[in-house]
């Protein structure tokens, strides 16, 4: 984070306002119906996304910029809760996704070093998305298994990228896990069974995984500048 305008009083104001703007929609979940919130759940990413924008110009960095700002988007879409605009969402989602493999490739490509760790990560991330595809996939409705599918295949590609890197910390790799997390509960209570009082849960663990993969890409960048 050592750009003045990230590390100025203006980065500052974007990331509090972000903060408090996820509490505020975490806090609307519970009064739903709530006019507005679409708008008001753009705030909390998108802020994200605006203070990434703020920071030096670089490929990676724009990567995870735009990954944001199109979560955001997504985020916008699929709180309007309209059935005939949820793959317009997941499409917001998964442009996101593939902006943040961008962002990891170019460290992936400097070499990987492969360890019993890794390679049980890679299969246990593997295995977990068969399981949730053959839990999710028969209840879904023959348009949507194609879309839906190439999405898993995306957010089970960047947490493996993650972690081939070898980056000092861990905050990437849990963000990541966090944002799995998340969407795995928003499938299964969306297509499989409802699970009561999943919508306090899954914003959350959503959020905080967006927040840990910025701020684990920075804390990289900061350590290996």
């Not at 998108?46 to 490929?59: D, V």
């Not at 460290?107 to 295995?127: A, P, Q, S, Y």
């Not at 996939?137 to 972690?163: D, R, S």
């Amino acid at each position: 984070m050592d750009n003045s305008k990230q590390s100025g009083s203006l980065g500052k104001a974007l990331l509090l306002l972000s903060v408090l703007f996820a509490i505020a929609f975490w806090v609307s979940i519970y009064f739903q119906p709530v006019p507005g919130s679409p708008v008001l759940k753009w705030f909390p990413v998108g802020l994200l996304s605006l203070y990434m924008f703020l920071g030096p110009k670089s490929k990676q960095r724009w990567a995870l910029a735009f990954g944001l700002f199109f979560h955001s988007v997504g985020d916008v879409i699929l709180d309007f809760k309209q059935e005939n605009l949820f793959l317009v969402a997941v499409g917001g989602f998964l442009i996101g996704h593939l902006c943040y493999i961008v962002m990891l490739l170019p460290d992936v490509r400097r070499g990987v070093e492969w360890t019993k760790g890794k390679v049980g990560f890679l299969l246990g991330i593997l295995g977990y998305a068969v399981l949730i595809g053959w839990i999710l996939l028969p209840k879904l409705a023959p348009g949507m298994i194609p879309p839906l599918a190439v999405y898993m295949i995306a957010i089970a590609a960047m947490v493996v990228l993650t972690v081939l890197p070898g980056y000092r910390g861990k905050w990437i790799t849990a963000g990541a896990l966090l944002y799995m997390g998340s969407d795995t509960l928003i499938a299964y209570n969306q297509f499989v069974s409802h699970v009561p009082g999943s919508h306090y849960i899954t914003w959350p663990a959503y959020y905080g995984g967006q927040a840990l993969i910025m701020i684990g890409f920075l804390r990289e960048k900061s350590l290996s500048s």
